[in-house]
């Protein structure tokens, strides 16, 4: 049983398009996070969030926590967004989805 | 900026060999992960400790052991290494207690067992 599903697990894009990801657990969370992972590379922390909504430059990330539920959008889309984006949540310890690989085609 | 850092990207043993994998972070964070990431299965942990001399048994603690025995850094070792241990090894470190704050990772370490 994974306390933390993520969907697409791949997903390929052009470059421009607008990329949703798709994150939903079955815990309670204190709060959910948005890494990346370049290919080789380590984790890096994007979003930090328990409610609503967060924005850096070209990515937003929701949570819904009645559906416990959360989205990763990236707009405008990049050959340097291609990476690995996983869904974590913290609540008594960390949960991890699997992970979804973005590939931006120029 | 937190930095953790790894103290080796690559490394290729043997199996039987005893491998350390260090990790060092510059944050005075007391909590300190070791997780381990293999495809499709995503990170599951390892170890966790929350002070200095202090751990706790993660997910799959078997055939591995750690130390901590200064704040700053956690040694995760593999006491006689074997093949299914090959994997990627990412060390964290986090401000507040288990499960909550925000994570920081090193780069990874990339062991080999042939």
């Known amino acids: 049983k994974n306390e933390v599903e993520q969907s697409p697990q791949n997903l390929t894009a052009q470059e421009g398009e607008f990329i949703t990801i798709n994150c939903s657990y079955s815990v309670g969370i204190s709060a959910l996070h948005w890494l990346q992972q370049h290919p080789g590379g380590g984790i890096v922390s994007l979003f930090m969030l328990s409610s609503g909504k967060k924005k850096h430059g070209r990515l937003i990330a929701t949570i819904n926590i009645q559906e416990k539920h959360s989205s990763l959008h990236i707009t405008a889309s990049h050959p340097r967004d291609s990476a690995v984006y996983i869904c974590?949540?913290?609540?008594?310890?960390?949960?991890f989805g699997t992970g979804t690989s973005l590939t931006v085609i120029p | 900026d937190v930095k953790v850092t790894q103290s080796s990207r690559y490394l290729v043993k043997r199996t039987g060999e005893k491998v350390f994998l260090e990790c060092v972070q510059d944050?005075?964070?007391?909590?300190m992960f070791w997780y381990r990431q293999d495809p499709g299965l995503g990170l599951r942990l390892i170890y966790f400790s929350y002070d200095v001399k202090m751990k706790e048994k993660g997910d799959i603690p078997e055939g591995y052991s750690v130390s901590r025995e200064k704040k700053e850094r956690f040694s995760l070792i593999l006491e006689s290494a074997s093949t299914n241990q090959t994997s990627m090894y990412l060390c964290?470190?986090?401000?507040?207690?288990w499960g909550t704050g925000e994570l920081f990772f090193g780069e990874g370490s990339r062991l080999t067992v042939l």
């Open positions: 964290a470190s986090s401000l507040r207690g």
């Open positions: 944050m005075d964070h007391e909590n």
């Open positions: 974590a949540v913290s609540g008594n310890q960390f949960y």
